[in-house]
Nanobody, 122 residues
Framework: QVQLVESGGGLVQTGGSLRLSCAASGSGFVINAMGWYRQAPGKQRELVATITRGGSTNYADAVKGRFTILRDSANNTVDLQMISLKPDETAVYYC????????????????WGQGTLVTVSS
């Protein structure tokens, strides 16, 4: 099936930068789109950015112009480049994959990573 492994989280100062990475692995699947979400303390999980197989991107207004989502040529990894980070962006960041697996027909499969913690200090 599909597994997602995230890396790159950590502690950064206000105004600093981080690059998160998510790798998808497994067999017998294709990925239609991938994205990043985040959940801050005391808040609901929210969309940060998504990217489709064709390279179309979508960003939350709060991060537009500061965050960039990127994928590799095989569409099995996705990175999130974050600059000018703010303290209120401290959150657990989650990778998501919109995938499909062939088993006598294509089955839709949503997969989530375990999350990586980003802490922005003042």
């Amino acid at each position: 099936q599909v597994q997602l492994v995230e890396s790159g989280g950590g502690l950064v100062q206000t105004g600093g930068s981080l690059r998160l990475s998510c790798a998808a692995s497994g067999s017998g699947f294709v990925i239609n789109a991938m994205g990043w979400y985040r959940q801050a303390p005391g808040k609901q999980r929210e969309l940060v950015a998504t990217i489709t197989r064709g390279g179309s991107t979508n960003y939350a207004d709060a991060v537009k112009g500061r965050f960039t989502i990127l994928r590799d040529s095989a569409n099995n990894t996705v990175d999130l480049q974050m600059i000018s980070l703010k303290p209120d962006e401290t959150a657990v960041y989650y990778c998501n994959a919109d995938s499909a697996r062939y088993a006598g027909g294509w089955r839709h499969l949503e997969v989530w990573g375990q999350g990586t913690l980003v802490t922005v200090s003042s």
